[in-house]
């Protein structure tokens, strides 16, 4: 008779890391989080990717995840376009709409600051212009790949979108391996408050 335990279902696995992962983020004082945060909105405007971009794609911050408003007001100011995301509950997917500043944000679904619907939808299908995505997650591991609070909404976005993927995230959050599966999409570079990574 064979000893081997199964493994715990894929599901099981990752919530047991976001469960961990959230701990931890919540024990960051406010000061270090500011510090840190900071930093990579400070390396994000040096990345190549960044700089040559005409259209950038961000995130509106939730409690706790780095704030990246920084990095938005920096690429106005430098003549780019931006856009954030808005979410469609009942088909799990979104669309990235342009603002044209961070007023035009408001709360609105799983209550997330968002763009109105009557706001201009990139459609990266349409729009030759280089884009730059930058990503949010809980945790990422060294190949760049990620978890988030498990919707599957930037997996199901980034499929499809052919700029480029950087991940956001703090240095001590990134780990050997996360719980993957087929569907899961890997970002092309990992940007922290210490250094700019390369997933291998």
């Known amino acids: 008779m064979s000893n081997n335990i199964p493994a715990p279902p894929l599901k099981e696995r990752k919530d047991l890391v976001r469960r961990q992962y959230k701990a931890l983020r919540g024990s960051i004082s406010n000061e270090e989080r500011a510090r840190r945060d900071g930093a990579i909105c400070q390396a994000a405007l040096d990345l190549?990717?960044?700089r040559y971009a005409d259209i950038v794609l961000l995130y509106a911050p939730m409690e706790q995840e780095i704030d990246v408003f920084p990095i938005a007001r920096?690429?106005?100011?430098?003549?780019?376009?931006?856009?954030?995301p808005?979410?469609?509950?009942?088909?799990?997917t979104m669309e990235y709409h342009f603002v044209t500043s961070l007023s035009q944000l408001s709360v609105s679904t799983y209550g997330i600051r968002e763009p109105g619907a009557e706001l201009p939808i990139y459609d990266h299908a349409a729009h030759s212009n280089s884009a730059v995505c930058f990503v949010p997650g809980l945790v990422y591991d060294r190949q760049g790949y990620r978890l988030g609070y498990g919707?599957?909404?930037?997996?199901?976005y980034l499929s499809t979108f052919h700029g480029c993927r950087v991940g956001v995230i703090y240095s001590d959050y990134i780990v050997s391996n996360v719980p993957r599966g087929r569907f899961d999409i890997r970002c092309d570079i990992?940007?922290?408050e210490k250094n700019v990574r390369v997933p291998r």
């Open 151 to 156: 919707m599957g909404f930037y997996d199901r």
């Open 74 to 84: 920096a690429a106005l100011q430098k003549g780019k376009q931006i856009a954030f």
């Open 48 to 50: 190549v990717s960044f």
């Open 86 to 92: 808005r979410c469609d509950a009942q088909s799990k």
């Open 190 to 192: 990992l940007l922290t």
